[in-house]
């Protein structure tokens, strides 16, 4: 018995697609559009997340040595850095390097020259962290050490890329809501299309002692049919329009990385499939509160 129903539900949503297959098609697009948009700002949300954690991992600290500081001293302090917990690697840059490495254009190498007998500028370490999360109290610590005149991290870049990264997260969330509204209202329409034009077969159904679940459910697995459509078809075009923007953007760009785990692009994956299915099945639960105006009908 549940069997034959079964079937005979899911006969009856095929035949429903079938009839009003404009408004399926224009609910299934509607759907799929929602999702892919949703999915793409996923996506960006995901690997300016993955950026911001490889730069945060990437930091490294620079600490400057007060000016004219004799070499034991220098020994001293790179002791001291290397001593430090969270600290993995400490290289001495001396004043030399320094100005080498801030004359490196070909114009200004005449002005290395002039300046070389008389450099200005004190040694410095740079200094590899074990942890990006403790990075905080390692300057600290740094600032503490006798010699220490000045650290630098680039923790403003670090604020301001986290800043943008939680300001997409939430770009996310609101496109989230606004676009899966517009599908829901969508899907509603559409099923409350379909009970007008099945007014008369819905009263006959009620009249002969059909019950309320008989008639909706019919509507239920047409709402989830036109989900799981709409879900396949944003997965599909999601993957192939994400190959071609990371092949495009890593020709652009070389140093933005658009590799990430398959196991997070799977879980992505996975919630715009379930998305699609919340969205079909819940707007069809609210069109099919009209059937008590079908009860009304069939009780006159």
Not at 77 to 96: K, T
Not at 158 to 177: A, C, E, H, N, Q
Not at 241 to 264: H, N, W
Request: glycine share 6%; hydrophobic share 50%.
């Amino acid at each position: 018995m549940i069997i034959a129903n079964g079937l005979y539900f899911f006969r009856e949503a095929i035949t429903n697609c079938r009839r009003a297959i404009l408004m399926t098609g224009v609910t299934v697009s509607s759907i799929a559009v929602s999702l892919l948009l949703i999915g793409s700002f996923f996506l960006a949300s995901l690997h300016l997340e993955s950026f911001l954690k490889r730069l945060q991992n990437e930091t490294m600290i620079t600490a400057f040595c007060n000016h004219g500081l004799p070499d034991n001293d220098i020994q001293r302090i790179a002791g001291a850095l290397s001593g430090l917990e969270n600290v993995a690697e400490c290289v001495i840059i001396s004043p030399a390097e320094a100005l080498a490495d801030l004359f490196l254009d070909k114009e200004d190498q005449k002005l290395f020259a002039q300046v070389e007998s008389e450099n200005p500028l004190p040694y410095s370490m740079r200094l590899k962290v074990k942890s990006d999360k403790l990075i905080d109290e390692t300057t600290k610590k740094i600032k503490a050490i006798s010699g220490i005149e000045s650290v630098q991290y680039g923790e403003e870049a670090v604020r301001r890329f986290k800043g943008i990264s939680d300001l997409f997260w939430m770009g996310t969330l609101l496109v989230t809501i606004f676009l899966g509204l517009a599908s829901f209202f969508i899907v509603y329409n559409t099923i409350s299309l379909t009970l007008f034009l099945r007014k008369e077969e819905i009263i006959i159904m009620r009249l002969v002692g059909a019950t309320n679940w008989f008639i909706r459910m019919p509507f239920l697995i047409e709402g989830l049919i036109q989900g799981i459509l709409g879900a396949f078809a944003s997965l599909i075009l999601l993957l192939v329009s994400y190959k071609f923007i990371a092949a495009r953007i890593a020709l652009l760009v070389p140093f933005f990385s658009m590799d990430i785990d398959s196991t997070q692009l799977w879980k992505i994956f996975a919630k715009l499939f379930m998305i699609g299915i919340i969205l079909g099945i819940s707007g069809s639960l609210f069109s099919l509160k009209d059937l008590s105006q079908f009860s009304k009908n069939a009780a006159k």
